[in-house]
């Protein structure tokens, strides 16, 4: 019984830690924002792009999606960049408490006869086959 006790007040001490860099964040309403330091936007990162089928992960940018407006990566730690991570703001905005459906992100034109545009089409299309994914 003795040494349960120290324990006990042990354990509610280690029951809260704190890693450097992944620190919570407080979402409110739009409302409530300006009065308080919670933020209203809701940021989506993305990561690699990978497949069962093929060994061979792709950046974000490799592939012609949207891109982000700030176009910044993230900061990341030795391990993140030893595994092949590279976490980098997507164009996705989501506001908290507000429901959305089908917005439209980005418009991308490709004219015919663009040989830039073909090789850019083709590279989409080969992912698409090798079912490669994203890591948000």
């Avoid at 003795?2 to 620190?23: D, M, N, T």
């Avoid at 809701?42 to 093929?54: A, F, K």
């Avoid at 490799?62 to 910044?72: K, L, P, R, V």
Wanted: with cysteine.
């Amino acid at each position: 019984m003795k040494f349960f006790a120290p324990l006990a007040l042990l354990w509610h001490i280690s029951a809260a830690f704190y890693l450097p860099g992944l620190a919570p964040v407080n979402y409110c309403e739009k409302v409530d924002a300006e009065q308080s330091t919670c933020q209203v936007e809701i940021p989506v990162m993305v990561n690699r792009l990978d497949s069962v089928e093929n060994i061979i992960p792709y950046e974000y940018d490799a592939f012609d999606f949207c891109s982000s407006e700030s176009g910044s990566r993230q900061t990341e730690n030795l391990g993140q960049v030893v595994f092949g991570e590279r976490i980098t703001n997507s164009p996705y905005k989501f506001t908290f408490k507000q429901n959305e459906k089908c917005k439209e992100v980005c418009v991308k034109k490709y004219p015919k006869g663009a040989k830039d545009n073909k090789s850019k089409l083709d590279m989409l299309r080969k992912g698409i086959k090798q079912n490669y994914q994203h890591h948000w």
